[in-house]
């Protein structure tokens, strides 16, 4: 109850400023509130030059000057001033009750008699201060009503996505569809990774036929030229610790002083004429699971009739990749589509369409409320608020 009962409060406050400031016979939009404040502004100047008049004794000459300067600007300001009051009077913008007051006060302050126009400025300065608070409290039942629509338009956001909810359906075929191409896709990757792994592991020399024997070596990156091939073979073939190293061991090599390299490969300047050249090959074999070769891409037939043909167990994977490609693109759209509305019911899954429906009645009741004059039956027992029931303190930032 709290929320509805702040309101309730707000609203009294700002009827009950209302009531106030008609007594004063004025409209709200008259030019009444200004003159006033300028009015309060005039006296406060008046005063300031009075009080500063006071305390300068044997002042010097241009001190008074100014000062005497100041005061006819100030006595012209309020000969100005009262003009202006007898216009807004004869266009209609100003009571006859406020006019009358504000001249009053005028006429006090060109009397000299500025504790008088003080006195009676007491009542304008009461329909400032009234006009201030009836505008705070105002900007507080406008902010209420903000909030409440912000509210009443989330809660018609959240009924009309649970009725297009009710109204999706799913083709639950193309997403098994996507879920088993994505399987076999996992199965592939899986397939590549074990694939290469084996091949780092042998030998560099036998690597390096086989590399030059596969079918897809064009892809291979920095590939040595068949020259460049047949010199590393041989160099491999006459220093088998060499040869025999695996491609992280002949890496590890390069870095090596020549006296330890030496240990291992003890042509070293042929090491490093031969082999040491192709360093960034051999890097490049070294990382080929980061590489482009063997990349799995559905659409590579290539690639997929390698592994079909050169890789064992993956024959029933590729077949069924072959089948479900072709329709992929629509599978995946259909998947995601489920996904958004699965992840849509989740987030709606806190929420009842009974309750809130509740809620936005409920809500469209305090609007009607908030911008309504008050009825003596609100001053009932119980009153608007037993009829309403409890809004959610949240619609207010509790």
């Known amino acids: 109850m709290l929320a509805e009962v702040e309101i309730s409060g707000l609203r009294k406050t700002f009827f009950n400023l209302k009531r106030r400031l008609a007594g004063f016979g004025e409209k709200e939009a008259s030019g009444a509130l200004m003159l006033a404040q300028r009015l309060k502004g005039l006296i406060a100047e008046l005063?300031?030059?009075?009080?500063?008049?006071k305390s300068l004794y044997n002042a010097a000459l241009i001190t008074r000057m100014k000062l005497a300067k100041k005061g006819y600007k100030l006595s012209?300001?309020?000969?100005?001033?009262?003009?202006?009051?007898?216009?807004?009077?004869e266009k209609g913008k100003l009571s006859e009750n406020m006019g009358r007051r504000l001249i009053l006060v005028i006429r006090h302050i060109k009397g000299s008699d500025l504790k008088?126009?003080?006195?009676?400025?007491?009542?304008?300065e009461e329909y400032i201060e009234l006009n201030r608070q009836y505008g705070i409290t105002r900007e507080a039942l406008e902010e209420k009503e903000r909030a409440l629509k912000r509210e009443e338009h989330r809660v018609v956001n959240v009924l009309q996505e649970m009725a297009d909810l009710e109204n999706q359906s799913v083709d639950q075929e193309k997403v098994r569809r996507h879920e088993e191409l994505s399987k076999d896709i996992a199965l592939l990757e899986k397939a590549r990774e074990a694939y290469i792994c084996s091949l780092l592991l042998q030998p560099v020399a036998k690597l390096l036929n086989k590399l030059d024997a596969?079918?897809?070596?064009?892809?291979?990156?920095?590939?040595?030229?068949?020259d460049e091939l047949s010199a590393l073979e041989n160099y491999f073939s006459r220093y088998p610790q060499v040869g025999g190293s695996s491609i992280e061991e002949l890496c590890s090599l390069f870095d090596l002083s020549e006296k330890r390299l030496s240990h291992t490969a003890p042509d070293v300047a042929g090491f490093k004429k031969i082999?040491?050249?192709?360093?960034?090959?051999?890097?490049?074999?070294?990382?080929?699971?980061?590489?482009?070769f063997l990349a799995i891409d559905i659409d590579d037939e290539a690639m997929?009739?390698?592994?079909?043909?050169?890789?064992?167990?993956?024959?029933?994977t590729i077949s069924r990749i072959r089948a479900l490609k072709a329709n992929r693109r629509a599978d995946l759209e259909e998947y995601e589509r489920s996904a958004r509305i699965e992840a849509k019911k989740?987030?709606?899954a806190q929420y009842t369409k009974e309750g809130l429906e509740d809620e936005l009645q409920l809500i469209r009741r305090l609007i009607t409320f908030l911008g309504s004059e008050p009825v003596e039956e609100?001053?009932?027992?119980?009153?608007?608020f037993k009829m309403l029931g409890s809004l959610p303190d949240k619609l207010f930032g509790r």
């Open 346 to 348: 989740a987030e709606l």
């Open 47 to 53: 005063d300031s030059t009075i009080a500063r008049e």
């Open 275 to 292: 082999v040491g050249e192709r360093r960034r090959f051999f890097e490049s074999i070294r990382s080929l699971r980061q590489s482009g």
């Open 76 to 89: 012209k300001g309020v000969l100005s001033f009262e003009r202006e009051v007898a216009d807004e009077f």
């Open 304 to 316: 997929l009739d390698h592994f079909a043909s050169g890789v064992d167990g993956t024959q029933d």
């Open 378 to 384: 609100e001053r009932k027992e119980g009153g608007f």
């Open 214 to 226: 596969h079918p897809l070596k064009d892809r291979i990156p920095l590939m040595p030229q068949k």
């Open 116 to 124: 008088e126009a003080k006195k009676e400025f007491v009542y304008l």
